[in-house]
């Protein structure tokens, strides 16, 4: 099969995972032409890991160390403009190094039957190492003025509208239409606004017979728990990426306003002032359009 593909891996203190994702790369059945490992500047000895287990071939793989942690998104948004100045392919993988792909992924992907050339991109399913389905990372729209979606069942092949940094595979000629992931996120919904781009230009298809083994703890997140930093950027990026996309401005915008209030307002009431600071300060921030990383909200 003549498809070049190039797969970006993002990478920050996770070394055992790392080896894993990139051996599961390097055995694919439809093996990517380069592999691009993003190393938002990890401190655990990742590359002494790659060298020691002979995976730095600059054949196949390309290991780029950046001088500061940027996020997951500015990792992917890094990861995805240098393949598109350097690099000859036709498709893009992108993942974290927790994702670890089937050996037929690709395979079954580009499996001529189902036509994956009609599509600006192509996913596959997200399980947990017990088999259970990820369902939350292969979602459709259920309402264009809210953003509001729902995760599509798992075992049935179909056109999706969102799909996460977990398996995405892009063509080249929609990244040339749409640009690169937006950095400013620095992490979460990086993903949700690529595909909101990426629909405006072509569709996406979810193929379940591909599937990627997704090294993450199940949450255990109770309602009520205390917000971390983490959250901050979901609350910000979801209003960024909600006023961009919603088919009515004005709409998302009266009900994000209820539901972050809301939200502030139970917080204050459990006496956990400090969760409702974080709700407040990323709609000031998202209003104000203060993106990129906090200095507030961070590692």
């Excluded at 193929?207 to 997140?221: A, E, L, M």
Aim: charged fraction near 25%.
């Amino acid at each position: 099969m003549n498809i070049k593909i190039v797969s970006v891996i993002v990478t920050f203190n996770r070394k055992e995972l790392l080896i894993e994702a990139v051996e599961a790369m390097i055995n694919q059945t439809l093996q990517p032409s380069k592999i691009v490992i993003i190393d938002n500047n990890s401190t655990d000895g990742t590359f002494e890991e790659l060298l020691k287990n002979d995976l730095l071939d600059e054949n196949l793989i390309i290991y780029k160390k950046l001088d500061a942690n940027i996020g997951g998104a500015g990792g992917f948004s890094e990861g995805v403009r240098f393949a598109i100045e350097n690099l000859d392919f036709d498709w893009i993988s992108l993942s974290d190094d927790d994702a670890i792909y089937d050996l037929n992924y690709f395979e079954n992907l580009f499996d001529n039957r189902m036509k994956f050339n009609e599509f600006g991109a192509l996913c596959g399913k997200v399980q947990f190492p017990d088999g259970e389905v990820q369902v939350g990372h292969r979602k459709v729209l259920i309402n264009h003025h809210t953003l509001t979606s729902k995760p599509v069942e798992p075992e049935i092949q179909r056109e999706i509208d969102l799909g996460s940094f977990c398996g995405l595979v892009v063509n080249k000629k929609i990244v040339e239409k749409i640009g690169l992931p937006r950095a400013d996120f620095f992490i979460w919904m990086d993903d949700t606004e690529y595909c909101l781009r990426i629909i405006k230009e072509s569709k996406i298809f979810y193929n379940p017979s591909s599937y990627i083994i997704h090294k993450t703890p199940k949450s255990t997140r109770k309602k009520g728990k205390p917000l971390t930093w983490k959250n901050y950027y979901g609350y910000r990026n979801s209003l960024v990426t909600g006023w961009n996309h919603t088919d009515s401005k004005l709409f998302f915008s009266l009900i994000s306003l209820i539901k972050y209030s809301k939200s502030i307002i139970g917080k204050l009431i459990r006496r956990d002032r400090k969760s409702a600071k974080v709700i407040l300060n990323s709609m000031t921030d998202a209003i104000t359009r203060n993106m990129g990383r906090s200095n507030k909200y961070h590692p």
